[in-house]
């Protein structure tokens, strides 16, 4: 064997042990890794609740893909927004034009006839990751109202709340009303908003009326 045909030879064979070696060293280290008893940790998410417009925890398993496939949940995650800076960063201005998010009100201030229409502001959250397809916003429960960028949730902390068209203001209860706009049909012990002479929409509750 020629000189040149044995370096060349041994350089293959250098070369081949060399990759050997780190394939083993990384094998043994993901085997090493995997076997470990709770590993991966399990994580976690937050979830946006549309109820009352805070971000909940929910347990998901951990996940490295060089152990093998992730598991899914335990039980299935809620379709709700993720809790992310996409739209709480945003005001109430910057919410109103940003498709995919909505804005969420606080429903005493929002009603109330001694504040000014922004107090109510709660904040600003991505809408479901299952969009709605519908054009209505009243009558809607807190999850289906917040599939829509252009519907606002109406929080109460008793868990109890109201859907409006986004850019609804409420008015006030009584005025005079000088435009051709019918007046809201509204459910008893409620009165439809007035506001520059116009019914603005909203059905403000008569408890709202008496401040």
């Given at each position: 064997?020629?000189?040149?045909?044995?370096?060349?030879?041994?350089?293959?064979?250098?070369?081949?042990?060399?990759?050997?070696?780190?394939l083993s060293g990384c094998l043994y280290t993901n085997n090493t890794?995997?076997?470990?008893?709770?590993?991966?940790?399990?994580?976690?998410?937050?979830?946006?609740?549309?109820?009352?417009?805070?971000?909940?925890a929910f347990p998901v398993p951990g996940c490295d893909e060089d152990?093998?496939?992730?598991?899914?949940?335990?039980?299935?995650?809620?379709?709700?927004?993720?809790?992310?800076?996409?739209?709480?960063?945003?005001?109430?201005?910057?919410c109103l034009d940003t498709p995919g998010c909505r804005v969420g009100?606080?429903?005493?201030?929002?009603?109330?006839?001694?504040?000014?229409?922004?107090?109510?502001?709660?904040?600003?959250?991505?809408?479901?990751?299952?969009?709605?397809?519908?054009?209505?916003?009243?009558?809607?429960?807190?999850?289906?109202?917040?599939?829509?960028?252009?519907?606002?949730?109406?929080?109460?902390?008793?868990?109890?709340?109201?859907?409006?068209?986004?850019?609804?203001?409420?008015?006030?209860?009584?005025?005079?009303?000088?435009?051709?706009?019918?007046?809201?049909?509204?459910?008893?012990?409620?009165?439809?908003?007035?506001?520059?002479?116009?019914?603005?929409?909203?059905?403000?509750?008569?408890?709202?009326?008496?401040?």
């Open positions: 064997m020629t000189s040149a045909r044995w370096i060349a030879r041994s350089r293959n064979v250098r070369a081949e042990l060399v990759l050997v070696i780190a890794k995997c076997e470990q008893a709770g590993y991966p940790p399990d994580d976690e998410v937050f979830l946006l609740d549309p109820a009352q417009l805070f971000c909940v152990c093998g496939p992730c598991q899914p949940p335990d039980d299935p995650l809620p379709t709700w927004a993720v809790c992310d800076g996409r739209c709480f960063a945003n005001d109430e201005a910057e009100r606080f429903r005493a201030a929002y009603y109330s006839q001694l504040t000014s229409p922004g107090e109510s502001f709660q904040g600003c959250y991505a809408v479901d990751t299952v969009p709605g397809n519908e054009t209505e916003c009243r009558g809607r429960d807190p999850q289906e109202c917040s599939r829509y960028d252009f519907c606002s949730w109406l929080t109460e902390f008793d868990s109890t709340g109201e859907c409006i068209p986004e850019r609804q203001v409420a008015g006030r209860c009584s005025g005079t009303v000088t435009c051709s706009e019918p007046a809201p049909s509204c459910p008893p012990e409620t009165s439809p908003g007035v506001l520059d002479g116009c019914y603005t929409g909203s059905c403000i509750p008569d408890e709202y009326c008496a401040l």
